[in-house]
């Protein structure tokens, strides 16, 4: 895991974003490679402190799998034929390889991400007056959801790793975007409205965003 340097042209500031695949540093595009040195020195600490609490890449835990905040131990049988979860144990084939764990342990995710958010949706329609277009389920690098102009709404699948207040906070936030689409005090308003613990989510992606992985096949 790496830092990466990307530059960007609408950019007008040096902002550091930590990824699942090391730290990304977004500058704008004429910065001068001289600067962009001198930044990287300057956070050197910061990015070794931040690049070692990245969880390793090398491998899956092949003993307990995460949900909402939880681990979960993970069973293997010859007598099982697919990946499901019982309430208290996650259970696959014993002959399955960590490829293809990673692949039934994302595909549950997002299907159980999908239904948790469309079973949320009429308490935000409720309470807002207005409804998602359209509901997907990703897989970004660096944005927890995102609400398009068309109002279709996109949640992380990683945040089902996370507690369910901090899913429900970014649920709330987008479904806020359907009413104001931008970050003005009209819409902060109207998100604290629907969710009232806005800070202590946002404190807890901040600092433990990072770790929300879902290990992609190689």
Not at 151 to 174: C, F, K, Q
Request: some cysteine; glycine content about 4%; proline content about 5%.
């Amino acid at each position: 895991m790496t830092v990466t340097v990307i530059r960007h042209k609408r950019r007008k500031r040096v902002a550091f974003f930590v990824t699942p695949d090391g730290i990304e540093l977004r500058i704008p595009a004429r910065l001068p490679n001289r600067v962009v040195e001198t930044i990287l020195t300057d956070h050197a600490d910061w990015i070794a402190e931040r690049l070692a609490a990245l969880p390793k890449r090398d491998a899956l835990p092949d003993d307990r799998l995460n949900l909402h905040g939880e681990t979960f131990p993970l069973v293997k049988r010859n007598t099982e034929t697919r990946f499901r979860f019982d309430g208290e144990n996650f259970h696959c084939p014993a002959a399955w390889d960590d490829s293809s764990l990673r692949k039934a342990y994302e595909a549950w995710l997002r299907e159980r991400a999908l239904t948790y958010v469309t079973e949320s949706a009429p308490y935000y329609e409720r309470l807002l007056g207005v409804k998602a277009s359209r509901i997907r389920i990703g897989h970004q690098k660096t944005r927890w959801g995102s609400c398009s102009s068309t109002g279709t709404i996109s949640i992380n699948v990683r945040l089902m790793l996370a507690p369910r207040e901090v899913m429900d906070y970014v649920i709330a936030h987008e479904w806020a975007h359907l009413v104001h689409f931008d970050h003005s005090k009209g819409f902060w308003s109207t998100l604290a409205s629907v969710y009232p613990d806005v800070a202590g989510a946002m404190a807890w992606l901040k600092q433990y965003g990072h770790t929300l992985q879902i290990k992609k096949p190689n």
